[in-house]
T-cell receptor, first 114, second 113 residues
Framework: DAGVTQSPTHLIKTRGQQVTLRCSPKSGHDTVSWYQQALGQGPQFIFQYYEEEERQRGNFPDRFSGHQFPNYSSELNVNALLLGDSALYLC?????????????FGPGTRLTVT | GEDVEQSLFLSVREGDSSVINCTYTDSSSTYLYWYKQEPGAGLQLLTYIFSNMDMKQDQRLTVLLNKKDKHLSLRIADTQTGDSAIYFCAESPLNQAGTALIFGKGTTLSVSS
């Protein structure tokens, strides 16, 4: 049973560019959440997708957008990259109908903006 | 607002017990979680507790919840060097729209032999 997978593992971009990160949820899961983890900090919630719609959003600007596909995989897009966007981006999957709301995380994508 | 606070560092010797503490703010949170993060890796779900429980035990892990004080703790018995990692406490405030997790900044556990 494959867990949550993310690609790419590492990415280096220049300020002002755009980036797309990808996530495949754990088998049987239908909900994908994205988190940003800056160095030395805890993960911060960006948004959550269920049934191909953004269901909940954290305190992130519109430069951060996402998408969920019919197979439940998801993309995170960040436009007009800033140096402060450098972080580990974590994807978590869960099953919406499960009351315990357990979220399982992937290994993350390390984004460096220069 | 929502905030989860944890002490930043804990150092113990192999074989001792470790206790990591956390305070949270949202009384609507129905579940509280402990995650472990090893260097360069994602987060591993260790355990969670439902808000109407006081204690949950899972092998070497014991979670204690004081809902009145909004205090959560994780006890690791017989701590091993492999337990060295960052431990995050997280709450999931009740929200009809979704199930965002709010994390603390993490407690770095260092285990010496």
């Amino acid at each position: 049973d494959a867990g949550v997978t993310q690609s790419p593992t590492h990415l280096i971009k220049t300020r002002g560019q755009q980036v797309t990160l990808r996530c495949s949820p754990k088998s049987g899961h239908d909900t994908v959440s994205w988190y940003q983890q800056a160095l030395g900090q805890g993960p911060q919630f960006i948004f959550q997708y269920y049934e191909e719609e953004e269901r909940q959003r954290g305190n992130f600007p519109d430069r951060f957008s996402g998408h969920q596909f019919p197979n439940y995989s998801s993309e995170l897009n960040v436009n007009a990259l800033l140096l402060g966007d450098s972080a580990l981006y974590l994807c978590a999957s869960s099953f919406y109908g499960r009351v315990t709301y357990e979220q399982y995380f992937g290994p993350g994508t390390r984004l460096t903006v220069t | 607002g929502e905030d989860v606070e944890q002490s930043l560092f804990l150092s113990v010797r192999e074989g001792d017990s470790s206790v990591i503490n956390c305070t949270y703010t949202d009384s609507s949170s129905t579940y509280l979680y402990w995650y472990k993060q090893e260097p360069g890796a994602g987060l591993q779900l260790l355990t969670y507790i439902f808000s109407n429980m006081d204690m949950k035990q899972d092998q070497r892990l014991t979670v204690l919840l004081n809902k009145k004080d909004k205090h959560l703790s994780l006890r690791i018995a017989d701590t091993q060097t492999g337990d060295s990692a960052i431990y995050f406490c997280a709450e999931s405030p009740l929200n009809q729209a979704g199930t965002a997790l709010i994390f603390g900044k993490g407690t770095t556990l260092s285990v010496s032999s």
